[in-house]
């Protein structure tokens, strides 16, 4: 979410292990073109562990407890990726900066969070500088937390607070903006060129989504702590399934998949929270994009005896036998997925 959201071409953990010296990846993640390469390389950053025996940059970082800044992405790995692997990955993934920010809780510090972009340090926004920070301070908190499985009942209700309390706040200031977007466009203020009116009109989607983004976060929180609520409805659920088809098609046509949905004759009125099932499909539908590499997804509807059946289909890597168990627990994934995402 945070790679994606705030445009990052590379977004990492790794966890400082005080005795060995070492940074250990948790998590990373990487924008399509990133991926592209790593691919080609055969590379996984998340399992690649950094000596700060070797890697001088982060070594720095780690002792002073400073944020750290490099044009070059070899300085974080140093010797665990090669010269022209790193030139690579930087120039194919369009990465013009790297930074390393410490993440400290009670004083001490728990691991690094690092993030590439394709633009210049003196090109960020002062708002993007302080979302980071803000985003580093949550990260550290929470990471921290969840090492101590003896508070792991309180991290996670000060987690949801925390989560609470910033998607409301951060939902208030995106509505607000998009309201003043809504006016700009439907020229309240006046006429607006053509190319001013775009801009504008990209700005209320930006914000639109975003307001979206929150309440997702939202939902998850209150789903954790068993206060989702479904307001059900009458609806078209093979309306439905054509409306979140569509939102992916860009996202297919961009990896070059063939999307397509084949609906069979039959009534799909039926009774349910439209927004929940919404985000459950859209959800099944990004997965199957975000994991087939080349191919195509097809999305089926069918309605039998009263029930309902939708199905997603791709020519992925699909999910082994000794993965069933994992696919419906928080956070689980196939041994396959991870190698390509």
Known sequence: TIQTDLAFELAGILLYDEPKEELKPLAFASSERVRSVQSDHDLLFENMTISLRSSSFLRTIVKNTETGYTETLADIWDDLLPHEMAVDIQSGGHIK?????PLVSRNKIIGVFIFSLNRAREQL????????????????VAIDKALLSEELREANEHQ??????ITHQVKSFLTKSRYIFGELDTGSYGALEPRVKEVVKQG?????????MVQNVLRAANIKTGKVTYEKEPLDFKKLIEEEVEKSRKSAQDKGLVLTVRVADGDYTLAGDHEQLAH???NLIDNAIKYTPKGSVEVALTRTDGTVRLSVKDSGVGIGKKDNGLIF?????????????
């Open 97 to 101: 900066s790297s930074f390393a920010h």
């Open 160 to 165: 949801a607070s925390l989560i609470h309390f």
């Open 329 to 341: 627990t928080e956070g689980g994934r196939g041994e396959n997925a991870q190698k390509i995402n």
């Open 125 to 140: 926004l002062e708002y993007e500088i302080e979302s980071v920070g803000s985003f580093i301070k949550v990260v550290a």
């Open 204 to 212: 209320y989607q930006f914000n639109t989504d975003g307001v979206n």
């Open 280 to 282: 459950a499909v859209q």
